[in-house]
């Protein structure tokens, strides 16, 4: 039997891209102690993004793994917001900080092919809302979820960025009339 278009499998059907791509920050094994024994659930801790300025933290325990997984994925399609960002660059429009807990975040712009230059949960979060060029600087707790949650605290901070356009220029522009001088 030959193969439809070069494909395998599911009879050439294309699989489409979800809405937001995720990435896993933390996953850890929570224990309760119980009268019997310890019981053992999963904590995860996602971050979402669509890379065109939506991104969301979310955290959720369940009894396995791709339970925890998710909920998480529902918490943080909760906790979505939206950062305007500078078309041209690609970045943030000024700088800010945020503090959630110990956990201090600050954010600088980059300028243009600079990159992202920033470590662990600020990487991950900045990446996937898609940011280009950004500047970080992880300050206190080191708590991946806490420094995900500050990042996310400071780009609600943002300030819309100030968009030029040419009626915008020509109402800044002073215009200077003559006026003859009566002798």
Known sequence: MAKQDGRKGKGGMRRERPEFEQKMLDLRRVTRVVKGGRRFRFRA???IGNRKGKVGVGVSKGSDVSDAIQKAYNDAKKNMITVTLDPET?????AVNAKLGSAKVLLK???KGQGVIAGGAVRAV??????KDIVSKSLGASNPLNVARATVKALEG???????????AAETTPVVAAVPVAK
């Open 45 to 47: 801790t996602l971050i």
């Open 109 to 111: 712009p980059g300028f």
């Open 90 to 94: 690609m970045t943030i429009p000024h």
């Open 158 to 168: 943002l300030k819309a960025p100030k968009v030029k356009t040419a009626v915008a």
């Open 126 to 131: 900045v990446d996937l809302l898609g940011v």
